[in-house]
T-cell receptor, first 120, second 113 residues
């Protein structure tokens, strides 16, 4: 089945460090990928929609200069948390949907394993 | 108003019990509906899609009522391994929301022996 690989799975670093998270679709192409953040005991919140070859679309309240998104190919999107601080500590998850399923209903998205980010 | 509303629970049930989760969504243009399961500190995994006619997958039955914008999940003969958070997910999949999923906050289930 469709697989999305997310790396790294766990990051612990000092405040002020920039952290890059990769999301790859391994056996399908995805012009659009989604980045979510989940705080403890809360639901997944969409941060931004990553579009291949164009600028990402950010949700209200998400700083685009803080969370840099690059989607340079049909199989890779990256999220960089710049100058991370303790309040950025969270579980970050990407998802992607097979390009071939667009336009069809009830086509699920495929999630990466998530990245647990802890900023000290 | 949130796009998807769920009772967060928790639901604590014994093995073998039947348990039902409910969910409502606010946008009548919603087209696709799913139940995902999320284990602690893990990514969500698709449990099942939900179709208008209702659908069943083993011990799991999902129902959709478009008129009342209501989705349900029924788990029969609960197993210990069913303990998880169940996420109600809706996809409007139109225009600017193409591909975007809207998540409920999840309903926590614990099955005890």
């Amino acid at each position: 089945g469709a697989v999305v690989s997310q790396h790294p799975s766990w990051v612990i670093c000092k405040s002020g460090t920039s952290v890059k998270i990769e999301c790859r679709s391994l056996d399908f192409q995805a012009t659009t990928m989604f980045w979510y953040r989940q705080f403890p005991k809360q639901s997944l919140m969409l941060m931004a929609t990553s579009n291949e070859g164009s600028k990402a679309t950010y949700e209200q309240g998400v700083e685009k200069d803080k969370f840099l998104i690059n989607h340079a190919s049909l199989t890779l999107s990256t999220l960089t948390v710049t100058s991370a601080h303790p309040e950025d500590s969270s579980f970050y998850i990407c998802s992607a949907r097979d390009l071939r399923t667009w336009g069809r209903v009830n086509q699920p998205q495929h999630f990466g394993d998530g990245t647990r980010l802890s900023i000290l | 108003r949130k796009e998807v509303e769920q009772d967060p629970g928790p639901f604590n049930v014994p093995e073998g019990a039947t348990v039902a989760f409910n969910c409502t969504y606010s946008n009548s243009a919603s087209q696709s509906f799913f139940w995902y399961r999320q284990d602690c500190r893990k990514e969500p995994k698709l449990l099942m899609s939900v179709y208008s006619s209702g659908n069943e997958d083993g011990r799991f039955t999902a129902q959709l009522n478009r008129a009342s914008q209501y989705i349900s999940l029924l788990i029969r003969d609960s197993k210990l391994s069913d303990s998880a958070t169940y996420l109600c997910v809706v996809n409007i999949d139109r225009g600017s929301t193409l591909g975007r999923l809207y998540f409920g906050r999840g309903t926590q289930l614990t099955v005890w022996p």
